[in-house]
């Protein structure tokens, strides 16, 4: 018995493109992300760091790659009556939930972690691509001008 045959070997073909609509669900998930795991350090009395990595060329020609911590900006605010105000943004502009509103109140921090898990349940399930779409050629058409 061969070592391949405890595998399953299929014919792969791998797509070429996403649709944008599924780029931009992709991307907001993936900022939602960030979030979720920025609101999770505050609770815990911490900062959230994404690592990234920089390119530059040294005075000899070599390119050099340097891993650096960047911080997440958080999407929330807390009120004077102390609630917290999670917006959601999208190419740094405030998206529509709803009609007119931009904006999801929960009670303190350790709410909003929940709120958060419940919001990329409903991009994943596409609630806010018409949202997403809008935002996306409002932002085209004012890089054209």
């Not at 907001?28 to 990234?52: I, M, P, T």
């Not at 919001?119 to 085209?140: F, H, M, P, Q």
Request: net charge positive; proline share 3%; with cysteine.
């Amino acid at each position: 018995m061969g070592y391949l045959d405890g595998l399953k070997v299929i014919t792969a073909n791998r797509p070429a493109n996403l649709s944008p609509t599924l780029q931009r669900r992709s991307n907001l998930l993936n900022k939602l992300e960030h979030q979720f795991e920025c609101a999770k350090a505050k609770v815990e009395g911490s900062d959230y760091f994404v690592l990234s990595f920089k390119s530059f060329k040294l005075e000899t020609g070599q390119r050099e790659q340097v891993e650096w911590q960047r911080r997440i900006k958080p999407w929330w605010y807390t009120t004077p009556e102390g609630k917290v105000i999670f917006e959601v943004r999208y190419a740094n502009k405030r998206i529509e939930l709803l009609k007119g509103k931009t904006g999801i109140e929960v009670d303190n921090l350790e709410t909003l972690i929940p709120a958060i898990e419940l919001l990329k349940k409903a991009v994943e399930n596409g609630e806010l691509d018409n949202t997403l779409s809008t935002t996306a050629k409002t932002i085209r058409s004012e890089i054209a001008k």
